[in-house]
């Protein structure tokens, strides 16, 4: 078609389009088979997968070739889409050479003796299509979203139930289950999936299933990644995706991003963005090695790798979900598990900026000593934050301080006789420093939660409730939120104007924003608490209040079952409720990873100026 009818052309690339977003969804759905149903289905299913997947593969081949054609020039469109260009070609190359190769004496012998088959190499091969070129679409998609008319917020929102929502499928798939829990249930519930994706991709860590014996490896490894996923959020991800593939990040959503990170240099936004993953996946493969050998049991090399690396995937992601079905009580004299999990927790929560901020003042610290290493932090340092600690870090850092310090003095006093009663001096000293730092927002727990006394819970509901810090992979209202309220409240006793934090006024837009994330994280709270009650009749209120501020604070601790120990199945609160209470509690839990966050977006957007204003009448208050 040639170049003199663009209007003609333009219509067939949005057919072209159109039918591209049918066939993302049927690649998924197949995908989705694949992994985790083919094992179980009959041969002529197995068939029609087959016949799907490569349906599919051609159906994006014939898009690609389409595409090529109707640009004005092939070779631009190839170089403006590199990335499919060289992911197009290479395919088709191997197609060809995959044949020759599996024939070979030498590396096609291996895979021979090895029981490979020449049709699940053109399998592997087209599967490892079909996936990267959906990680190409979700880029595409991801840029019209963020030049589009959907508001940002309803972005983020998507981007987390369309992950629970594909967790969800996998989890209800057989090769989820072990073989106990398929020849005891034969399948995974809808709600119990759905609330264990959330629960994982919300970074909670409230369970209603014991993931170590009803789940299988497989079922483990997506609870994982979603813990991941959920952790970083999909969008940090998909935008990495775009620097890794030569996309670049357009400014709409540069400024989407921004949000979500609480970053303020647009400019230095991808950079930011590789900082992240660096010091996520760096920091998690730290953590993993210190507790490699600090597993109790007759454990295999590889079995101690798989644990070291989930939790301390869970840790860092402030998820809390433990392999074990006592969670870590084993392990509370521990000090390698216990000082590894409690630090990943802790610099997992205190946000992307502070741990850039203090990376770079480190940076500085060690120039001042070494050129050389200087030069080589100036590399890592990503983000060139200024010299000093920005006001942000300094709130945080300072309130977490606070709360982790005042955490251990009252667990430690509150239960020094009760739920501590037994234990070594030592054992009691940290056991109340991993039970001050968990709930902020990580559900790991030490101790029997269903024997703590009530003023405990109600200490733990007051530690959930605030949370980790803004940027950062926890819940709650966060620490910097809750630090702007008590200044606020402190400036209004002393008859002050201005509200004040470390010699710098805090502007009213800040204040008001974390007032009404208070108030609003208050009024959910509350009203999820009272749905739970009138579902719920026979459980206690403040084991229901207990769970559903777990459920928000996206914490995962939990007070057992009515009659059931913490330290067996079921693991949580959760799995005594009923099918609405459950829900409840996945809502709360969505709500919590990004009601915050969806509510400042709302408000930091501009709205019309207004020229005039009310009179203004003294209203008696108190």
Known sequence: ????????????????????????????????????????????????????????????????????????????????????????????????????????????????????????????????????????????????????????????????????????????????????????EGRCGLVDALFTATSAVCVTGLTVKDIGPYFSTFGQVVIMCLIQIGGLGLMTIVAFSSLLIGKGIPLSERVVMQDILSYEVLSRLPRMIIFILLVTFGTEAVGAVIMYGAWRGDYTSGQRAYLSVFHAVSAYCNAGFSLFSNNLMKYRSSVPVVGTITGLIIFGGIGFTVQGDLLSKLRRALTARSKSKGRLLKNLALTQMPARLSLHTKVVLATTAVLLLLGTVLFGLFEWNGGLNGLPLAEKFLASWFQSVTPRTAGFNTVDFSALKLSTLILVMVLMFIGASPGGTGGGIKTSTFAVVIATVRATLANRINVEMFKRCIPIQTIRQSLAVVFLAAGLVTLGALLLAISNPGIALEKLLFEEISAFGTVGLSTGTAGTPLGSTPLSLSAALSWFGKVIIIITMLAGRIGPLVLLMTIAQKSAAFDYEYPSERLTVG
């Open 1 to 184: 078609m040639s170049e003199g009818h663009p209007s003609k052309i333009s219509r067939v690339m949005r057919i072209i389009d159109r039918l591209a977003v049918g066939v993302a969804i049927l690649a998924v759905l197949t995908l989705l088979v694949d992994i985790g149903w083919v094992p179980t289905l009959s041969p002529e299913m197995r068939r029609l997968i087959l016949f799907l997947n490569g349906f599919v593969v051609c159906l994006f081949l014939f898009e690609y070739a389409a595409k090529m054609f109707l640009a004005g020039s092939m070779l631009r469109y190839m170089r403006a889409n590199l990335f499919d260009t060289v992911l197009t070609f290479g395919f088709v190359a191997l197609l060809f050479c995959a044949k020759p190769a599996y024939e070979s004496a030498g590396f096609g012998g291996l895979l021979r003796q090895r029981g490979v088959t020449l049709g699940g190499i053109f399998l592997s091969i087209g599967l490892a299509y079909i996936i990267l070129t959906l990680v190409s679409k979700a880029v595409a998609y991801q840029k019209q979203l963020s030049t589009s008319k959907f508001q940002p917020a309803g972005v983020v929102v998507a981007s987390f139930i369309l992950v629970i929502a594909l967790g969800t499928a996998l989890l209800s798939s057989p090769q989820a289950l072990s073989e106990a829990a398929l020849a005891s």
